[in-house]
């Protein structure tokens, strides 16, 4: 294991979750690809999505198969605008890369809101904080681990 999937795997055991990162040999660049990998629907793969909201991160955590709204995001929370972060952003606020970026982690908790969706699959494939990592999951251990709101993220 490379040393930042030994700092996620820490991680997931302290905050008590079942399953093991699996790390790949090449990076599964996108939820479709990663999909095809694990052999599992597009739904259940867990995008952590950073924005902004406001000018503070926001991690929605996303079904594959599912496009933010942030207009229906940013009225659910109460904020005035919600924008895709700069990779920069995403690094700074996460510590773990664009296209790596798992639901816990951090170097201090951000906002989460998990996409209800994702409670409609058993298991459900979340990063784990580098590009070629995943770890299993399920929508109740999601919003759990992450203290995250529970909500439509895709306007029907």
Do not use: Y
């Not at 700069?86 to 664009?98: A, D, K, N, R, S």
């Not at 296209?99 to 170097?107: D, L």
């Not at 904080?129 to 895709?154: C, Q």
């Amino acid at each position: 294991m490379s040393n930042a999937t030994d700092t996620f795997t820490g991680c997931l055991r302290d905050l008590g979750v079942a399953g093991s990162v699996v790390e790949f040999e090449a990076e599964l660049p996108t939820a479709a690809a990663a999909a095809e990998r694990l052999g599992c629907e597009l739904g259940a793969i867990a995008n952590s999505l950073i924005f902004t909201a406001d000018d503070e991160p926001l991690l929605i955590i996303a079904s594959g198969a599912h496009r933010v709204d942030t207009k229906h995001v940013a009225r659910l929370l109460g904020v005035r605008k919600i924008r895709r972060a700069t990779p920069e952003f995403v690094l700074e606020v996460t510590g773990q890369p664009v296209g790596g970026v798992g639901p816990v982690g951090h170097p201090r908790p951000i906002r989460t809101v998990v996409d209800r969706m994702l409670a409609g699959f058993p298991e459900v494939w979340a990063g784990a904080g580098a590009k070629h990592a995943m770890f299993p999951t399920s929508f109740d251990e999601l919003v759990r681990i992450t203290d995250g709101l529970a909500a439509e993220v895709e306007k029907a």
